[in-house]
């Protein structure tokens, strides 16, 4: 390659690890987002325990599922988070003490550093959406454990007042419940 080809390469090189640290620095602000309102969610699972715990196990296994996929999601949101980025940098002192010609060594670094960090924001993105999905997939099943809790309080109510009954006369005093 010619003098003027490696240093167009070594600019590009530069502008895709500068928009590989942008890409991570979104992915991770989104992950902190996800693990708050994952969070919350599993607050909302959990405040519904009293509620699921007496009926019937057809509720219960949805609860659990719904729970521990919010777990999870919050894991892979932690997991974001935490984890240790392997991005490329050109350590100026090394490069300097390098081999010559120094242009086709940066060039061929920097080659080497992009890859790295495609890598890099792929894996950290497929664990921001896999986390999403987790956390999507727990609230529309929560959804569905709150509805079904719903349905059965309404038919236990219908229940209820067709059992009343005067047992001291054939006229009742006593008010009939709200619909």
């Known amino acids: ?48 325990f009293a509620d699921v715990l007496d009926r019937h196990w057809t509720l219960i296994a949805p609860w659990a599922l719904s729970c521990l996929l919010a777990v999870l999601a919050v894991a892979g949101a932690a997991a974001v988070l935490s984890a240790r980025a392997v991005l490329g940098r050109v350590d100026t002192r090394l490069a300097a003490q390098g081999a010559r010609p120094m242009r086709a060594n940066l060039a061929e670094a920097y080659v080497e550093m992009v890859s790295t960090g495609e890598e890099t924001v792929r894996t950290f993105l497929t664990v921001f959406r896999d986390a999403v999905t987790l956390a999507v997939t727990a609230a529309l099943v929560f959804f569905i454990v709150l509805a079904g809790i719903e349905l059965n309080k309404s038919s236990s109510k219908s229940t209820d007042e067709t059992g009343l009954k005067c047992l001291t006369s054939t006229t009742c005093s006593a008010p009939l419940p709200p619909r």
């Open 1 to 48: 390659m010619s003098d003027e080809e490696l240093g167009l390469l070594i600019e590009e090189g530069r502008r895709q690890i500068d928009r590989q640290m942008a890409d991570l620095d979104r992915i991770r602000n989104r992950s902190g987002a996800l693990a708050t309102v994952a969070l919350a969610l599993i607050a909302a699972i959990v405040g519904r």
